[in-house]
């Protein structure tokens, strides 16, 4: 099945910089993959997703990067606020008709004021 | 904004007894999806439900497991002989289309077994 990996665990920016996670996988077939936000207490909420056929994506002050040949994906916050403070998922739907999400462990975003 | 609900929040409940666990999902969708996330790990997929039927579920959905959708509203998730290693949130999720669209979590239900 699908292995995800997402680095870091834990990561600590000054307000105002940017912070970058990234996330491997292994199925060369995945078509999928959707960054989640999460908010202590509260479910994952889609911040930004890309599909294989484009290599980068950007909304405001987040953008997401996809290297298809090297089976990675990365979260690009810039400008980062208090309120970007929470956990992050990266996560991956594999190719084959799969339904669900292979989700990373998560990253703890901490923004230092 | 249209949101998935879930109830009930929190769930306490005595080792080897079956729980319900309710979601409404968004009323255009037509995915359904029911995850697990035990304290401080990641988001594990259960099942997915499409058409009144099953389309793929995971290792974890074992025969403990059950889903309907009992009427045009309502998606549940049922686990028969609750053991200590269940507990857990447990988050329901609906999409438009399914596949490769946005799927959109509900607030979760906590279930602790004692």
């Known amino acids: 099945g699908e292995n995800v990996e997402q680095h870091p665990s834990t990561l600590s920016v000054q307000e105002g910089d940017s912070a970058v996670i990234k996330c491997t996988y292994s199925?060369?077939?995945?078509?999928?993959f959707p960054w989640y936000k999460q908010e202590l207490g509260k479910g994952p909420q889609l911040i930004i997703d890309?599909?294989?056929?484009?290599g980068e994506k950007k909304d405001q002050r987040i953008a997401v990067t996809l290297n298809k040949t090297a089976k990675h994906f990365s979260l690009h916050i810039t400008e980062t606020q208090p309120e970007d403070s929470a956990v992050y998922f990266c996560a991956v739907l594999s190719g084959g008709g799969a339904d669900g999400l292979t989700f990373g462990k998560g990253t703890h975003l901490i923004i230092q004021p | 904004e249209p949101e998935v609900t879930q109830t009930p929040s929190h769930q306490v409940t005595q080792m080897g007894q079956e729980v319900i666990l309710r979601c409404v999902p968004i009323?255009?969708?037509?995915?359904f999806y029911w995850y697990r996330q035990i304290l401080g790990q990641k988001v594990e997929f259960l099942v997915s439900?499409?058409?009144?039927?099953?389309?793929?579920k995971s290792e974890i959905f074992d025969d403990q497991f059950s889903v309907e959708r009992p009427d045009g509203s309502n998606f549940t998730l049922k686990i028969r002989s609750t053991k200590l290693e269940d507990s857990a949130m447990y988050f329901c999720?609906?999409?438009?289309?399914?596949?490769?669209?946005?799927?959109?979590f509900g607030q979760g239900t906590r279930l602790t077994v004692v």
């Open positions: 199925d060369s077939a995945s078509n999928y």
């Open positions: 890309i599909r294989s056929n484009v």
């Open positions: 009323s255009n969708h037509l995915y």
């Open positions: 999720a609906s999409s438009e289309q399914g596949g490769n669209t946005e799927a959109f």
């Open positions: 439900f499409y058409n009144n039927e099953i389309s793929e």
